[in-house]
């Protein structure tokens, strides 16, 4: 936690604040110029070009930020008929043992689908974070997506520079890496989870 | 369509029936025999163990079908707002351009992050089949996700088999490819469409 603390602030300072990149599909960018990083001219934040991808990568560490969708969690009132919905009718063969997370307030099963996961969760008891979801969505349902990134402390200062609220503070996950949570009211109705993979 | 219907037909006398997997994920199956194919006995449907996952994928097509989570598929009212949200904020590189989809009666856009895709939906006018979503969720959300299976018709005759409704029969989704909606009542709360990649 001091740590994130004291990496946001370093970035505070090494990242510069950019203008929003046009939104432009057409947009053929010119080469980047590393000599002159950072390079603030809001056109050097290209529209998707595969050409440019990987030197833009490595010009602006926040273009090589986001990573890919860790998991989708699955809000279950039985976890066990869940199971048997994706081993015994989806045909899924990577499923985990259930798991107790008591300081989350959930039980936990991982269905490794070779990319991204799905998490199933069901309350331990009434007092579990994901109990007051049940009463908007009585059959369960996507409860919240997570995201990797490779670096948290530049997520969170890039999300609070554009005015994303957070929930709460970064903590470490149930995985032992940092995470934060988003508020899906600024992410489109979106529960977001950034989780930290280096 | 006329295929698929075919397909079915062979599938139903191919695949017998099996009972659901034990959950015990403390069990390690024996080696699989391949000589007695289909074999019935349920404990050769096993908890996950990674010494047996391709044996098994080898003699049981079901347990081959089902592939990646294809895209989670979010819909928006505002698709510049999420697609500004996503490049600029999020740090996303890849991003489609948009594209209108009359026959769905959506704009959408699609954010590659490396794996399971992001799909940004925004309803064309009042009479798109996602209008009804934002009744419900206001400021929009996920809508459902998409994952791929190598042979529509045979997950089709598995969820079948189970009672798990669809919506509507197999089509041609907006790739190209055959698609089926599976009714979220049967599915946990999720609405879960079904890609068929070979």
Known sequence: MFRTVAKVAIIKKAVQPRNPAPVNNNY????PNTANYPNTNPTYIPAY???????????DPFLSNLGHVNYIAIATRDIEKSIHFWRTIMGATKVSGKMTNPEHGV?????????????????????????????????????????????????I???????IRSLGEATIGAHGFPVILLNPQDCGGVLIELEEHK
């Open 28 to 31: 053929n960018p010119p080469p």
């Open 107 to 155: 039980y936990t099963v991982f269905v490794d689908l070779g990319q991204t996961k799905i998490k199933l969760m069901q309350p331990i008891d009434e007092k579990s974070p994901i109990s007051g979801f049940f009463q908007q969505n009585p059959t369960g349902g996507i409860h919240h997506i997570c995201i990797n990134v490779s670096d948290l402390a530049l997520a």
């Open 49 to 59: 070009n595969p050409a440019y991808e990987n030197a833009y990568a490595s010009v």
């Open 157 to 163: 200062q890039k999300t609070k520079d554009n005015n």
